[in-house]
């Protein structure tokens, strides 16, 4: 009897916590926010009706790096030659320190609260209102890579890269300068000041289209670069390049753009010529799509070189947005189309098998890349 109602009353309280749990867990469910999957980006086409007309090449094959136009790589990415190191070549001095949101005049910090994004304006379904970003401090990291072969006190080409520290490149630029395929040239890799896209720090940064970011890069990055390693950064905007990755790619643009004077050449990896500026500019509502929808095409020609990539399974529609302005391979396409059409010095590669700044491609294409990038330089 005493055995039976202590089975009875130890059932009633594991049934008790199971409810007490399954409230917990439904009320957890109803206060966190939800977010739509990230769809799947579908494989696509090179030769999709509409695309630029491009030259496929053999698998494995990179486009000469003295060729202008539209190329395919095949779907094999092994790593270049000049991606690997090798002890035979001079290896360069990696110095690497920190910034602080507090010593920016320029970027003093924000961040959007975790687990939020933003929600389309309904009178304009190409913005996002974005309500839960705010004051925040950052530390971002830099690394300064100096060849072996710089000579102190000369004014040096260099090379400025986004979501630095990039190992790859400073590999790579081991290898050209060895083989006298690149110039003698400094490279700074920047960090971003942390977050992703609208209301984040790095959103504003890499994503709006100003001149601000370059005159970060100008007044607070290189004067700290020169004075604390001892070298000497050209001002001849044609030995001065940007590159970078996904947004981190239109950055490298708009920083040559909205200051030609200071860049010429601009190397970009899935760039993120979308619809993503925050906040919205009327100057350009639809943020960096209207580098092929309106600034290029009714500018007149700027001193810009491009190198630049997409894969065949880039983004396309990853956000709240619907606005058709969020294809990543549309918008690199569209790029070429009218790069070309202006006359531009450019080089797109369409790159098969191959997803959003895919790793495998870099390592393939990155020294070809920037030997492309730096023709027409003394070496």
Known sequence: ???????ARFIALASSAVSL??????????????????????????????????????DGENPSPAADGNFILGPTHNPAPGAVEHDDVPQGTVYEFTMGSADSKLYPGIARDPGTFGTPDPNDPARLI????????????????????????????????????????FTVLDNLIAEHKVPVMIAISIGNGSGDAQGSERGLEYDT??????????????????????VKLTHDPDGRATMGGSSGG?????????????????????????????????ATPHGAWEFHEHLIPDSPRKPIRLWMEVGDRDLFNPNALRDNMHDWVVANEDMARVLAAKGYHYQFVFARN??????SVRQQTLAEALEYLWQGYPR
Not at 22 to 39: K, L, W
């Open 1 to 7: 009897m005493y055995k039976k109602s202590l089975l």
């Open 21 to 58: 749990a399954t409230m917990v867990a439904v009320a957890q469910t109803a206060i966190t926010p939800t977010h739509s999957p990230r769809p799947t980006p579908p494989t696509r086409d090179p030769h999709t009706p509409g695309f630029v007309a491009a030259k496929e090449l053999p």
């Open 130 to 169: 974005v309500t839960t970003s705010h004051p925040a401090p950052y530390t971002r990291h830099v690394a300064v890579y100096v060849p072996a072969q710089y000579v102190p006190g000369t004014a040096a080409p260099f090379i400025v890269g986004a979501d630095g520290p990039d190992r790859l490149l």
């Open 209 to 230: 289209l100003s001149g601000r970011y370059a005159e970060f890069v100008e007044t607070e990055v290189l004067p700290l670069v020169e004075s604390r390693y001892h």
């Open 250 to 282: 239109s950055c490298a643009l708009i920083m040559a753009w909205y200051h030609p004077e200071w860049y010429h050449r601009v190397l970009t990896y899935s760039g993120t010529y979308v619809n993503q500026q925050w906040p919205s500019n009327p």
């Open 354 to 359: 191959a997803g959003h700044v895919d790793r």
